[in-house]
Every structure is written in structure tokens, then in C-alpha cells.
């Protein structure tokens, strides 16, 4: 007996694209998950072959659902239910060689300070 929906917060923590639940469900209340170009609540039913993009900047990933769960599952066997579409000059966006990494340092210049963390903070929000 297969399941034809999925709430979108548990699948999304299921297949380790979130820590918790909860993040999860925060990320879609800030607008951060898109299913057919529009933001989803938490709530929100996902089914097969369902096209999800997550905004976690500075990269945007894009993931098809290969099938539903609602119980998380081992790192290995994500690959059985969601499959990553990402293109690839997305994913180079969070390489420090590549110049568009935000949290790149240059070695030796220390810790962030107070005020920078709190600059990097709000801007990734």
C-alpha cells in the first residue's frame, strides 16, 4: 500500500534536506520552497514526480520526488526517493574558488566579528 501524498515538511526532513521537521516547515513559511512557481505552506501535499526548488542562498536547488515517505531514512537510501536536477552552475556557486561563495575568507583574516556575523545573518535570511 503506497501512499499518493506526502506533506511537503515531512518529506522534505524524511529525505535529509532538512535537519528537522521544524526547519523544514520554517523554511516553507518564509517562502524558501517552490512547487510549480509558487511558495508552499507546510501543509502542502506533494506527490510523484513533483518538481521542488529550495532557495538556500546564495544556491537554488532543484529536486524531483521519485517517491513519497514520511519516515526519515539512512543517507544511503536517499537516492531511492528524491533525485537531484540541480544544474551544475548552481552548485558551483558554494565553491570558495569560484568567487561567488559568500562565506569565503581570505586565510588570515580571522573570525568574523560581532557586527559581520550579524551582516552575513541577515542577509542570508
Known amino acids: 500500500m503506497e501512499k499518493k501524498e506526502t506533506r511537503i ?3 522534505l526532513w524524511a529525505v ?8 523544514a516547515s520554517e523554511a516553507c513559511r518564509k517562502g524558501k520552497v517552490i512547487i510549480s512557481g509558487n511558495p508552499v505552506k507546510p501543509s502542502h501535499n506533494i506527490a510523484e514526480n513533483d518538481i521542488i526548488i529550495i532557495r538556500k542562498p546564495p544556491v537554488t536547488y532543484t529536486y524531483k520526488v ?3 515517505l514520511e519516515n526519515r531514512v539512512g543517507a544511503k537510501l536517499v537516492s531511492n526517493y ?3 536536477i540541480t544544474p551544475e552552475d548552481e552548485k558551483n556557486k558554494i565553491k570558495p574558488e569560484s568567487g561567488n561563495f559568500f562565506g569565503y575568507r581570505p586565510r588570515g583574516t580571522g ?4 557586527r559581520e556575523r550579524r551582516e ?3 542577509f542570508l535570511e
Do not use: M
Open 9 to 11: 515538511d515531512k518529506y
Open 16 to 23: 535529509r534536506l532538512f535537519k528537522s521537521r521544524s526547519s
Open 66 to 68: 521519485k517517491c513519497l
Open 82 to 84: 528524491l533525485e537531484d
Open 120 to 122: 552575513i545573518e541577515n
Open 111 to 114: 573570525r568574523p566579528t560581532k
